[in-house]
């Protein structure tokens, strides 16, 4: 059988990296990086290969490579989404041979998996080092088909927010804000709001700093810092500013959110929004959760 080498892969994940290294400010679905990634290669008839059970050998071979990668502490993986680390932007750099940067990849998993530290000497793994992917075990197949599962749950969750009506999702952001604890005093109507769609504050009426001015995007589009920008300007100087979008945000708009002392915002994208709505489930209203019903589904993915 044809194997697919150990350069193959590394210039894979090469070219994966740079697409992870320009993604928004959340990373990518991992189906979407795999599909960019794809579309910038030649794939061969034997990498494109597709199995009884679904998925292509250059599908399933990209997902072991990030796997590898993740444990090495290069890409964070997460919810079905994909994102670089800083020591993986640091590992394209430092290893500009495609071969070499995968089998340092191969070689800090290894470490990982038999719980060492790297550099003291103890490293003999044993196996051919440039087929290590017939090496991986029940835990890391099941820890794949645990992301393959999330990332399908995950697309059809954005699928269902960004087919909602805009003055819905709007909703949707006043009910978790009452379940955090806030009290939402204006709910703007449809139509023109002037760039704030809430009102909230940490008490019943209202007379405590800091207020929160709370900005409601159901989009699929990227915000830009003109756009955080924008809304900013509207902040006063008790204000904290909430800007919650179903879309993501450049890196650009991160950092400037960040470094926003005088009037601070935070940037909520749809993951974000997901995750908070499932910490604080057992608080909102049955209301709230009749509109947006999620459910966990439970897994065995052996890791230690």
Not at 44 to 69: M, N, W
Request: glycine share 8%.
């Amino acid at each position: 059988m044809t194997e697919i080498t150990s350069r193959r892969k590394g210039e894979w994940l090469k070219r994966l990296f740079k697409i992870l290294d320009a993604a928004p400010e959340g990373g990518y679905r991992a189906g979407i990086a795999i599909k960019n990634l794809a579309e910038s290669l030649t794939l061969t008839p034997h990498e494109q290969t597709t199995y009884s059970k679904g998925g292509t050998r250059f599908d399933k071979t990209v997902r072991f490579a990030t796997l590898i990668c993740a444990r090495a502490g290069w890409v964070l993986t997460q919810d079905g989404y994909w994102s670089l680390t800083e020591a993986g932007r640091q590992a394209m750099m430092s290893y500009p041979d495609p071969e070499a940067f995968y089998l340092e990849a191969l070689k800090r998993y290894r470490t990982w998996k038999n719980g060492q530290i790297p550099g003291q000497g103890n490293e003999e793994f044993g196996g051919d080092a440039t087929e290590p992917d017939s090496q991986l075990g029940t835990e890391e197949s099941a820890t794949v088909t645990y992301e393959e599962a999330s990332e399908d749950a995950w697309a059809e969750i954005e699928k269902h927010l960004h087919s909602m009506e805009p003055y819905l999702f709007q909703g949707l952001v006043g009910d978790l804000l009452k379940g955090m604890g806030y009290h939402v005093s204006w709910d703007a109507p449809k139509g023109k709001d002037g760039g704030v769609d809430l009102f909230a504050a940490s008490d019943p009426l209202g007379t405590k700093p800091p207020y929160l001015k709370v900005q409601v995007k159901r989009w699929s589009q990227t915000s830009d810092m003109d756009t955080v920008k924008a809304f900013v300007a509207s902040l006063g100087r008790e204000d904290v500013g909430i800007f919650v979008s179903t879309g993501d945000f450049t890196k650009a708009a991160g950092d400037f959110a960040r470094h926003q002392a005088q009037r601070p915002v935070t940037l909520i994208n749809l993951k974000r929004f997901v995750n908070l709505w499932i910490e604080f489930y057992p608080k909102l209203s049955d209301a709230a959760r009749q509109r947006f019903t999620l459910k966990p589904i439970y897994f065995l993915t052996l890791n230690k």
